[in-house]
């Protein structure tokens, strides 16, 4: 599946902070737990927008914790 037409889609605002999260195949570390983190100290206008290449285990990982 093609992601790109989902970020270029959204409606990510102007306000409030933005995370961008970008991780590659060099083993990170636990990216799920980090958002988990990240999430809590964010306002409730704020976002996180992750990067994760061909990670598909991540991405189902953060569809189950609704965080994507």
């Known amino acids: 599946r093609d992601w790109s037409s989902d970020v270029c889609s ?3 605002g102007t306000d409030g902070p933005v995370v961008l999260v970008m991780t590659g195949s060099m083993g990170f570390g636990n990216i799920a737990d980090m958002i988990e983190v990240i999430e809590k100290g964010l306002p409730e206008d704020g976002r996180i927008i992750i990067l994760g290449g ?14 994507v």
């Open 54 to 67: 061909n990670n598909h285990k991540l991405k189902e990982k953060l569809d189950r914790k609704s965080v």
């Open 10 to 12: 959204s409606d990510l």
